[in-house]
């Protein structure tokens, strides 16, 4: 049972454009998500976060929305660079629980084109 | 900044044999570390936390005599696959957890043939 869902297994955007990476959940026992990226042959890097009790979270070129009552939260990055191109990761952790108990999307690809 | 180092990142073993798979925090002390896999096309799942100086926690389906997991000091787990088969081969990924925030370290490729 996937409780944390990337549908799209890979997107492609053209530098300076927006990239939209989105997320679904199941497991109504999650309050505080996460957003990881990935290179190759390197661990997962911390990207930015939310809680349940926020709908939106900025940081830089990266925003996450929550979308609470449909389960769904997505990542935004404007403008999208060359050097964003790697598999972003959607985590969730249910409260009560360790930070570090993490449920993880299949992740999506994310490809910049100069 | 925090570095959770993984040794080693490519091991090819022979089934029925056992192999480890070293978590280290390399400037932070960790009580809790945690340990996940990863099949082709499919996330990262956890498989154990492990706790320093007990026992390690075990998520529902993984078996705990078959992943050993020991967390004997403050900066070091190990995953040990024992008896380990073809469809052991994977990506094994450990973090550590400093207050509230965690740090993934670099994977390890396990191929049993």
Redesign the interface.
Known sequence: D?Q?KQNSPSLSVQEGRISILNCDYTNSMFDYFLW?KKYP??????LISISSIKDKNEDGRFTVFLNKSAKHLSLHIVPSQPGDSAVY?CAANAGGT??????????TILTVHP | GAVVSQHPSWVICKSGTSVKIECRSLDFQATTMFWYRQFPKQSLMLMATSNEGSKATYEQGVEKDKFLINHASLTLSTLTVTSAHPEDSSFYICSAEQGNTIYFGEGSWLTVV
């Open positions: 996937q944390v990881y042959a390197e661990g997962p890097t911390f990761f360790s930070y570090g108990k993490l449920t993880f999307g299949q992740g």
